[in-house]
């Protein structure tokens, strides 16, 4: 009793990291991208992907976990990575230039409902009354976002449009890890996600003619974080999974970002409107009602992303 007692203090811990690290990851995009000292997205990108793939490396390394992967799950992790990273990362980085940290979180808010989609339509996933309540709720709190025209900068509305895509390139990534990296170690296919990533970011600098940044403090201290702590914010992850239950594990795909509209509410001023808490209050029950769907569903494991 004593010892399951102790691993839920130090699961509890764990995600207490990941709730905190991932719902300012928002933060720490939007300090190291904006202003004119601000880095460019593609080189953000290559920095974040070259250097935390070698902390993840690094971690694999110091828990016994071969880096070895075969040829084809590697091409997986690259695709995988590529989706994530430069899919999803790369183009939150790009609207977060312009659009408010907390409406990018919740705008992202709606990833496992499209896991949930997908896995509804390949038959891994009955329509149940949870999956349906949640996906309605979920659909109608992303179409009040979506017209939330006062979190806009300078009227970029194709940010709006960058953010649905990202969220779909998230999906994409997490089936995929799903369906073809399960038997991969979770942190060494982050590691590879990553490193495979990078070359991909460094390219797409060259096409967009990015300058390397002027490092400003503040940009600096956020690149440093988002390389760091985002790295060891995937490690409490993946011992908090291990330590809990995934009924308590799961809801960090709806605490992350109301702690990002707090964050962003607090540091950067953000506005936050009756109609952003109204959308973003039923993406997120939304959220729980398809999380709480896929716990009932044996083999359906909670989604993961930071």
Known sequence: MEG???SARRGMANLLVVYLVWGSTFLAIGIAVRGPHGAPPMVLGFIRMALGGGILAGMAALGRQSLTVP????????LAGLLLWVGANGLIMVAER??????AALMMGMVPLLVGMVDLLAGRQRLSPPLAIGMSLGVLGLVLLSNVSGQIRGGHAWDVVWLLLAAMAQAG?????HTRLRSVPSLVSAAWQEWLAAPVFLALTWIFHEPWPHWAPATAAAALYLVVVGALAYASFAAAVRLLPMTIAGTYAFVNPVIAVILGALVLGEPLTLRTTVGGALLLMGVAGVLRS???TPGVPVVAAG
Do not use: D, N
């Not at 040829?71 to 690259?78: F, P, T």
């Not at 312009?98 to 409406?103: D, E, I, K, M, S």
């Open 4 to 6: 399951t007692q102790e």
């Open 173 to 177: 990534s997490l089936v995929v890890q």
């Open 98 to 103: 312009h659009v408010a940290t907390g409406y």
């Open 71 to 78: 040829w084809r799950q590697l091409a997986w992790a690259g």
């Open 294 to 296: 896929r716990l009932a």
